[in-house]
């Protein structure tokens, strides 16, 4: 049922699905092609996910968290696709991304978020580099567009690249990177550009309204034609998915081995593009190498904020199952030192990430040329390297506390045998007070979430998601300003004080303090975040 709230449009998860059915993709998964995605059972798990935003959405209690006005038309709409205009906004935002991954591990739409929060700014920023308001108008358009119709965008941003030494016009074919094939093309009476080339890795592709083509890097003027941002319908002809089943669908695995991931996971697809169409008013730039990797660089920064809070819910997950495997083996860690020190742990890492995430909302800056909000690059870049490599630890922490019983246990077609089941039962009890059948259940829950396929592709998109540690290690040191800690030194070192010169006064432009950018602690430059709002709800974390 379509439920009108204020005066925005709000699908349902149900309508979410149908509305799949009005897009005519061009989908392969193992080989064969899809004929219909909304009906595609290897989808089921990522369509799941992507119901759940819609269905939250609509939900009183959730309504605050999951929903917000949207300053430029004042409607009401989802928080997926809203542009943060405060500090409050972007803790908002963290909780409802932090909730909706506790249900589903990972549930792709905040990336339209980040996509639509990062082109807010670009084209503001090309704006006025260029004195004219279009790109802002365009965007508008655009942005108010899938708002109302209430629309989920894949983001199409990570290129095949081909060999990582070479930039992309250096690439021996040219497919690796998505580019403009023609700026000045006509199709049926409308004026666009025309783009060919291969987008890697788009979570969610085949269950996407629409796609957001931006560039994966920062462009040079040799590479002028990568330097495309536009959008396109799913089905626009040209365009094919190949795609992988989406977590571990399947009824027999829904029943056992994978409890988790037959309900909830996400399919990544290889998208090619081969002439594609793109009517000019889906076109945000083409050719405007100069401020390519202004998109990359804010993209980065919503992302990987937005990364943290995906996965403290997954941290979250793990907290309750191995909480329970505990219970299940017959210990209560508050009485079992060794235990307690790696449950206390597994909860130190979860939240240390996240507060990364929160510190990133608090000290956020309004953007100079949208106005809109953007959260703090560095604690941003530190809370998503922390989870990328400590993700390792909280799977070896959630099998610690479980035992070996998480990947040596019969399998679930065991659990109806007649010959075995009854006895399997009475020995593989262990506390007295839960049922084997708990018991295995938690175990299976471990296993999928950390040690089966799922498992190991939570770790992958940990690492690399949003960006490899490397370029997180590069954005800390690039944004932190080491300069105007230099200088503190040096003043309690008394360099420069008084009669006494500065030792190294005749060195110029000294690297070491180049770098002092407005900090966190300095009066000048800093803008006043906004009020931290944290609403009144259950608390995500809690
Ligand atoms: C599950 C999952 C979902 C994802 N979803 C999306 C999505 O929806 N949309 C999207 O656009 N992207 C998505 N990504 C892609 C993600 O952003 C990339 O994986 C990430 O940016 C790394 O790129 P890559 O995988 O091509 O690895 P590579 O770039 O090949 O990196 C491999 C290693 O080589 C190093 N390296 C690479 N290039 C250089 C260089 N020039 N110099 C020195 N070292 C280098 C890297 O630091 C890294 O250690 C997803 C990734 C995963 C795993």
């Known amino acids: 049922m379509n439920t009108h709230t204020s005066n925005s449009f709000l699908m349902s998860g149900q309508d979410y699905r149908e509305s799949l059915k009005r897009y005519k993709p061009v989908v392969f998964i193992d080989g064969q092609r899809v004929q219909s995605v909304a009906d595609e059972r290897a989808l089921q798990p990522g369509i799941n996910a992507l119901a759940l935003t819609y269905d939250y959405a609509l939900k009183e209690q959730y309504q605050i968290l999951m929903t917000a006005v949207q300053s430029t038309s004042g409607k009401r709409v989802n928080r997926m696709s809203h542009i943060n205009m405060s500090s409050g906004d972007l803790l908002n935002k963290l909780e409802a991304v932090r909730l909706i991954c506790q249900e589903t591990g990972c549930a792709q739409r905040y990336l339209t978020h980040d996509a639509l929060n990062s082109l807010a700014q670009v084209s503001a920023r090309l704006d006025d580099a260029k004195g004219i308001t279009t790109h802002t108008d365009k965007f508008l358009n655009y942005m108010h567009r899938i708002q109302d119709q209430d ?3 894949g983001v199409a941003m990570t290129d095949a690249k081909g060999d990582r030494s070479k930039r992309p016009h250096q690439q021996s074919n040219v497919d690796t990177y998505v580019h403009v094939v023609d700026y000045n093309a006509k199709h049926n009476g409308q004026h666009g550009i025309i783009i060919s080339g291969t987008k890697a890795i788009v979570t969610g592709a085949p269950y996407m309204h629409e796609l957001l083509v931006m560039p994966c890097r920062n462009m ?12 396109v319908p799913i089905d626009a002809p040209g365009i094919t998915i190949v795609a992988r089943p989406a977590g571990r669908p399947g009824e027999k695995l829904e029943h056992g081995a994978a409890p988790f991931s037959s309900k909830y996971g996400q399919t990544t697809a290889v998208v090619m593009f081969d002439k594609v169409f793109v009517a000019m008013d889906q076109v945000f730039y083409a050719g405007d190498w100069e401020h390519s990797h202004h998109l990359t660089y804010n993209y980065a920064t919503h992302h990987r904020q937005t990364c943290i809070a995906a996965r403290a819910g997954f941290g979250d997950l793990l907290i309750g199952a191995g909480a329970l495997m505990c219970e299940a083996n017959g210990f209560n860690p508050e009485n079992e030192t060794h235990l307690k020190d790696q449950m206390v742990e597994l909860i130190t890492i979860t939240e240390s990430f996240f507060a990364c995430g929160v510190a990133a909302s608090v000290y ?16 941003s870049n530190i809370g998503k390297l922390l989870l990328a490599t400590k993700i390792y630890e909280m799977h070896r922490i959630a099998h610690y506390v479980s035992g070996g019983l998480i990947v040596t246990l019969p399998g679930p077609d065991e659990d109806h045998n007649p010959e075995t089941s009854g006895k399997l039962s009475d020995v593989l009890r262990a506390n007295p007070q839960v049922p084997y059948e708990q018991r ?4 299976r829950l471990i296993e999928d979430l950390t040690a089966g396929y799922q498992g190991g592709w939570y770790s992958v998109i940990s690492l690399h ?21 230099v200088e503190l030194v040096e003043r309690i070192l008394e360099r420069g004080i008084g009669e006494t010169p500065h030792p190294l006064a005749h060195i110029k432009n000294r690297a070491i303090t180049q770098n002092k950018q407005p900090g966190k602690c300095c009066d000048q430059g800093c803008t006043v975040p906004g009020q931290p709002v944290m609403v009144d709800l259950p608390m995500t974390k809690k």
Do not use: T, W
């Not at 998601?465 to 800690?485: C, F, L, V």
């Open 151 to 153: 629309l989920v965008l």
């Open 220 to 231: 040079s003027e040799q590479d002028k034609d990568f330097a495309v941002c536009c959008a």
């Open 364 to 379: 956020g800056k309004a953007d100079p040329f949208s106005q809109s909000f953007m959260p703090d690059p560095v604690f």
């Open 440 to 443: 295995i259940e938690a175990a």
């Open 465 to 485: 998601g949003g960006g490899s540690p490397a370029a997180m290690k590069q954005e800390i040191y690039r944004n932190y300003p080491i300069g105007s800690k």
